[in-house]
């Protein structure tokens, strides 16, 4: 009695269950979206995309024991159909002629069911899942793309650039007299900064000014809550009427920075970010309860005195952040080893005067044994230090309700942020 090509096990059961499903997945959407009834209606429906996936699949299975031309003749055949359902869809004069949505999409289905059928059957599931929803999104995804200005869309293939042809070709370490360079740990900060730029310059488009300055403050302080400050104090001087809501979008944006520095520490080296925790519950407890208060403001439906960048990205402001960062990270190393802890917390002031997020990535960079509290204390110096500033920006520069209510709020916040570095060893 001869033996079967392929087992025939739950695991080969699996594989072709996760193949077929995906097809038929695509096909319900393809037949709901209406591609398959009408007199310019797809090539495929539910089943034929059932099957086409249950062919890939049958491909995979096929190749991945020993049976490598016929899984590839399968395939191939799955795929010849795909393309000759185009080619004679094309001849067609109806505008539904050039649209080859139905066909590429049964090419991927097919593609599926070869990873599947290969085993790769949670790849397999997750991409079909994007397919699907990619597919039923179609409205809401041109609508998204519509909205794009010619700057917008510049700015993403700059980004696209940046990241898929600068950063694989930069070296990790370049070895120096005072320590190592690290070009590829820096580009990835100036993408990681820019893409934050990016997404917060897509949210204030979408939220739009006009819902209120603390919306737009807190937007504003996941990239710069020094900037926010400066350019809402510069504003309350000459519009009265808006300097609450200016006040409004200071305090937010300086309580925005406080979760964005435990997220960025967490994120990037989990112990510093636990040993952080503590020092920042106080300041931003009370920053949202300002936050609270001074929104309460009426708001008003005037643009805002502050301009978006004339780039998205801000790649000039995040290549100035990077450097600063690789700066840090080396100067931190020979203060240590000169001064000890000590000279760490003091040069985290001084930096944390313009700059939060540089010290904040350069301490969780720092893998030193037993240097994750010191680490923490130092970012919670410099987001002191930053306070202390923004503070006296919004005193010195600010007007009347605006200058009251910020520097009430930032007083309260600095003061949290003081005791928390006094009273927590």
């Known amino acids: 009695m001869s033996m079967p090509i392929f087992p025939e096990t739950l695991d080969t059961a699996a594989r072709l269950a996760v193949a077929a499903l995906v097809g038929l997945a695509v096909g319900i959407e393809r037949q709901r979206s209406g591609h398959t009834v009408g007199p310019d209606q797809d090539f495929a429906g539910p089943r034929t995309f059932l099957l086409i996936g249950l062919l890939g699949g049958l491909g995979g299975i096929f190749i991945t024991h020993d049976a490598e031309l016929v899984g590839s003749a399968l395939v191939a055949a799955g795929a010849l159909l795909a393309v000759g359902a185009y080619v004679m869809t094309a001849r067609g004069k109806s505008e539904h002629a050039i649209d080859g949505t139905t066909e590429a999409a049964a090419l991927v289905v097919l593609a599926l069911g070869l990873l599947a059928g290969s085993g790769a059957l949670k790849f397999a599931a997750g991409i079909g899942a994007i397919v699907v929803l990619a597919l039923a999104e179609k409205h809401r995804l041109h609508g998204w793309v519509d909205r794009l200005d ?36 820096t580009w990835m900060f100036v993408l990681i900064i820019s893409a934050l730029n990016f997404g917060g310059h897509l ?34 001087r000459d519009e009265e009427a808006l300097r609450p809501a200016y006040a409004a979008g200071v305090v937010a944006a300086c309580t925005v920075l406080v979760p964005r520095v435990a997220v960025v520490t967490f994120a990037l080296n989990r112990d510093v970010g636990i040993a952080i925790l503590p020092y920042l519950i ?47 990270l080396l100067l931190m190393g020979l203060v240590r080893s000169q001064f000890g802890d000590t000279g760490v917390y003091t040069t985290a002031a001084l930096f944390g005067t313009t700059d939060v997020d540089a010290i904040t990535v350069a301490m969780t960079r720092m893998d030193q044994g037993g240097f994750a509290a010191v680490a923490a204390r130092a970012i919670v110096v410099a987001v002191t230090s930053n306070t202390l500033v923004k503070l006296v920006i919004a005193a010195s520069i600010g007007r009347g309700a605006f200058r009251f209510r910020v520097a009430l709020a930032l007083g309260v916040m600095l003061a949290s942020l003081v005791a928390s570095l006094l009273l927590l060893r």
Not at 154 to 164: D, G, K, P, T
Not at 203 to 228: F, I, K, N
Not at 284 to 306: E, H, K, N, Q, Y
């Open 203 to 236: 949210a204030r488009r979408v939220v739009g000014r006009e819902r209120g300055y603390a919306v737009t403050g807190a937007l504003g302080g996941l990239v710069s809550s020094t900037a926010v400050t400066w350019g809402f104090a510069r504003s309350s």
């Open 150 to 185: 010619p700057v917008e869309m510049r700015a993403a293939l700059h980004f696209a650039v940046l990241a898929l042809v600068v950063l694989p070709i930069l070296p990790t370490t370049i070895p120096t007299p005072v320590g190592d360079l690290t070009p590829r740990a």
């Open 282 to 328: 106080a300041p931003l407890i009370a920053g949202t309860a300002f936050t609270w208060w001074v929104a309460r403001a009426p708001s008003v439906s005037r643009s805002a005195a502050d301009e978006a960048p004339r780039s998205p990205l801000r790649l000039g402001a995040a290549l100035q952040m990077a450097l600063a960062f690789q700066v840090v």
